[in-house]
């Protein structure tokens, strides 16, 4: 049975530091990325991996805060996320798919976890 499930979030002060971590289990994934969703707005893209981990891709919303790394041997996806801001609020999921190369779109990917809150106050 294929599962991604995520972990690590959690309500943080801005300018905190929050780590979410993604296990995925059945089988391993080429491609996996965070995508996050607010309250009442459509759930956006957020960053992307490829296989390797060479190849990362982030949103505008992202860059120079987030990171997105992989450890294949656990089959596991992180994002580590510095100087928080409270429009980071949202539910954070973790998607993965198989292919090649990098996934940034929600219908490149065939697998989801359940989500995970983290909620950043000002």
């Known amino acids: 049975q294929v599962q991604v499930v995520e972990s690590g979030g959690g309500l943080v002060q801005a300018g905190g530091s929050l780590r979410l971590s993604c296990a995925a289990s059945?089988?391993?994934?080429?491609?996996m990325g965070w995508f996050r969703q607010a309250p009442g707005k459509e759930r956006e893209f957020v960053a992307a991996?490829?296989?390797?981990?060479?190849?990362?891709y982030y949103a505008d919303s992202g860059k120079g805060r987030f990171t997105i790394s992989r450890d294949n041997a656990k089959n596991t996806l992180y994002l580590q996320m510095n100087s928080l801001k409270p429009e980071d609020t949202a539910v954070y999921y973790c998607?993965?798919?198989?292919?090649?190369?990098?996934?940034?779109?929600?219908?490149?990917?065939?697998?989801w976890g359940q989500g995970t809150q983290v909620t950043v106050s000002s």
């Open positions: 998607a993965a798919a198989g292919g090649a190369g990098i996934g940034l779109r929600i219908s490149e990917y065939s697998y």
């Open positions: 059945g089988r391993s994934f080429s491609r």
């Open positions: 991996i490829n296989w390797s981990g060479g190849v990362t």
